[in-house]
């Protein structure tokens, strides 16, 4: 299974961010490729402490909901709802120079992948507490399940 704790899916992934281009189109939602960028940027910060998420996990998000999107080989449904705070249309960071943007979640996914020790203290706002191999692997699926939305 992919993970950003292994270099060559976290390079794979890289690749792909490259290819994104700022009119990409998307294939289902409503945010546009900077307003995704910025999106999965949110994503990281807030799970290094950068940015504030407010918690609606529960029992069932924290166990069953949690293990089949992490474990179940099935890529992940679309039309989740992103808590306000990184929803680009909502509270989330918006766009801005659509290159730099990608240049930031570039060195974020670094970051993160670099499994910094406090990410071990992180709560999702899903899934709650998490493993480092969960980070890990959220991660990867995160940023693949947002490329796979603009065809990259």
């Not at 961010?17 to 990409?24: P, Y």
């Not at 766009?95 to 992948?113: G, N």
């Not at 899934?127 to 399940?145: A, N, T």
Request: one cysteine or more; proline letters at 7%.
């Amino acid at each position: 299974m992919k993970t950003l704790a292994n270099l060559q899916d976290k390079q794979a992934l890289l690749d792909r961010l490259a290819k994104v281009r700022s009119d990409s189109q998307r294939a289902w939602g409503k945010m546009s490729a900077p307003q995704m960028i910025c999106h999965l940027s949110d994503s990281f910060r807030s799970k290094l402490g950068e940015i504030r998420v407010q918690p609606t996990e529960n029992p069932f998000k924290r166990t069953v909901l949690k293990w089949a999107a992490l474990w179940v080989p099935l890529r992940w449904p679309h039309g989740f709802k992103a808590p306000p705070e990184l929803d680009q249309e909502v509270g989330g960071t918006p766009p801005a120079e659509f290159e730099a943007d990608k240049r930031k979640l570039t060195s974020l996914t670094e970051q993160f992948a670099g499994k910094p020790a406090f990410l071990a203290d992180a709560r999702h706002p899903f899934f709650g507490k998490m493993s480092m191999k969960e980070w890990m692997r959220w991660g990867y699926l995160h940023v693949d399940h947002h490329l796979r939305q603009f065809h990259c």
